[in-house]
Each structure stands twice: as C-alpha cells, then as structure tokens.
C-alpha cells in the first residue's frame, strides 16, 4: 500500500480559501504514518467549534462559514480526513475502516483541541462526530447536525443513498467536484469545481471516497453497527442544545432530521429546520444560517458570550 501527499501546486489559488496550513501527523495503523491537514483559525483561547466535513468533501466546504463564526468569536478547526483534502491517502480502499476514521479523528481531537468543544457535523462527519458525542458527551458543549445521522443497522437505507454506495463502488467516471456540483442548489464556478477535485487527481487518491459510502452500517451485518448501538445511548441523553438543520432537497438524508431531533434529550424545543433551496451540501447553500445555527447554540449553552 502506498501513502500519497497532495500536490501542492494542484491547491494553488483557490477561491476564497485564503487559511493556513496546519498538519498533524497521524497513526494510521499497521506500522504506517500520515499527515492530516486541518484548519485552526480564529484566536486560540477563543471557545473551539469543530467542523466535520463528509463524503467526499474536504475543509474547502466550511471556506463561507469560517468567516462568520470567526467574527461571531470563535476558533474553528476543520480537518481534512484522511484520505481527503489535503491530508493524507492510503491507495488500498481496504485499509479505511469505520474504526479507523474514528481513531484518526480522535487522535486529531486529543491533540489539537481536548477541551470541551462546540461541534458543526454533516454527511460523515456526523456519523464520526455524533459517535464521539455518544462516547464522550462531557467534551461537547453543543451540536449542530446537518444532513446526516448515526446508522445502527435495519437495513432501512433511502434509495438515493443506495444509489450513491453503488454509483462509487462502480462508476468508472467518479468526479468529485462534479458529485459535488450536482449535491448542491447553489451552482459551483468552475474554479469551485476544480477546487474540489483538487484532492483527487487520479483513481489511487480516490480510494477513500470511494470506501466511504461502503462503511456506512445500514445493514445488521456491517462493522460498527454495535459501536454506534452503544454511542446511542450517550447520544440520546445528550441534554445539552441539540440543532438540526437539514437542506429539504437532499435525496440522501435530508428526511433524517425530525428522526434526529426526535431522538436526542437536547433538542427538545429547538427551533429546528428543513432548510429550502438547500441540498445536501449544506455548508455550500445556506451557510449563514448554518452559523446562526452555531452561535445561537452556543450561546444558549453558554459557551459564547
């Protein structure tokens, strides 16, 4: 198996991405190392808000609502999963795993910011974050969830998702920032459509995005499917403020939110919302309110002044 870095050049320009670097370097497991990029912006001691992108999207996907929420008072840190973005990508699709996703993440979370944190999840990044939150829900001060949820299994999967798991298993013309175009009500320039293939010059670097949709536990038999069981229990008791805010045009999940909402302590009487116009790359159509959506959570837990 190989370990690819990113091109450099591939990342030059682009638009309204404007932030530093920032690297971590990561145990993948079975002796091999890579490096994961992440945003850290907005001042250190300010209170840290996580911003978990999905499949298959990168931090670029947070470049509108960073702004926002750094003037709003918060520090923001978004990384690239592995096997996305700027971070590193093991070519073999075997080598992703669901737990592992969940190792790399934590290790980036001990790391760079263990304190008790905000968190802004969609698509994958909810089935990461709202699973740390299940394990761990004393490090989280407030959730905002899009577009996504925590699967157990059931064998209850909407078509659109099981068309996509199939479309990346075997499409031959997997291009992401085309997948990207099409997830979204907002038209992408064409720049914001190479921004994010960047990542992804060739089929070995695409070996993560295309594992993603395999791993999600839909069915009984799928690894972390019991992890998940038992992450509910912290999850459903999570009793502080609990936001969904889902795009109503998203094919995938988009009717996964009252689920949610119905289902987590801290989001009784939250003005949860479909958003319209709004498809299932959120951050992408409505992303002011999406960080309303952050700030006024945070503020209700005070955690923001």
């Known amino acids: 198996m190989q370990i690819n ?3 450099p050049a591939r990342f030059a320009d682009l638009p309204d991405y404007p932030f530093a670097e920032n690297w971590l370097t990561i145990d993948l497991g079975e002796g091999f190392a890579g490096r994961m990029h992440y945003l850290d912006e907005g001042p250190s001691d300010a209170p840290p808000v996580l911003l978990l992108h999905g499949e298959p999207s990168w931090s670029y996907l947070y ?13 923001c840190l978004a990384p690239d999963l592995i096997g996305f973005g700027k971070s590193d990508k093991p070519d073999d699709q075997a080598f992703y795993t669901y737990a592992r996703h969940v190792d790399w993440l934590n290790q980036f979370r001990n790391t760079v910011v263990p304190q008790v944190a905000g968190l802004f999840c969609q698509d994958w990044g909810g089935l990461l974050g709202l699973r740390m939150v299940g394990q761990e829900p004393d490090r989280f001060a407030f959730v905002v969830a899009s577009n996504t949820f925590l699967p157990t299994g059931g064998g209850k999967a909407s078509p659109g998702f099981l068309a996509w798991r199939e479309f990346a298993r075997s499409s031959p013309d997997f291009r992401i920032g085309g997948i990207m175009d099409r997830g979204c009500q ?12 960047a990542p992804f010059p060739d089929e070995p670097s695409k070996a993560g995005a295309r594992a993603f949709p395999q791993l999600v536990p839909v ?3 799928r690894p972390g499917v019991a992890d998940n069981i038992t992450a509910w229990e912290g999850l459903a008791a999570f009793d502080k403020p609990f936001l969904t805010l889902f795009g109503e045009d998203d094919p995938v999940l988009g009717m996964a939110g009252p689920q949610l ?9 939250q003005p949860h919302s479909m958003l319209s116009k709004c498809g299932h790359f959120s951050q ?10 952050v700030i006024d959570m945070a503020k209700k837990a005070g955690f923001l002044a």
């Open 284 to 293: 992408e159509d409505r992303p002011a309110e999406l960080a309303q959506g």
């Open 63 to 75: 470049r509108k609502m960073i702004p926002l929420l750094v003037d709003a008072g918060f520090r």
């Open 5 to 7: 870095a990113h091109d």
């Open 261 to 269: 909402a119905r289902r987590v302590k801290g989001a009784e009487g």
């Open 219 to 221: 069915e009984d038999n």
């Open 186 to 197: 907002t038209p992408f320039s064409e720049a914001e459509i190479a921004a994010y293939d």
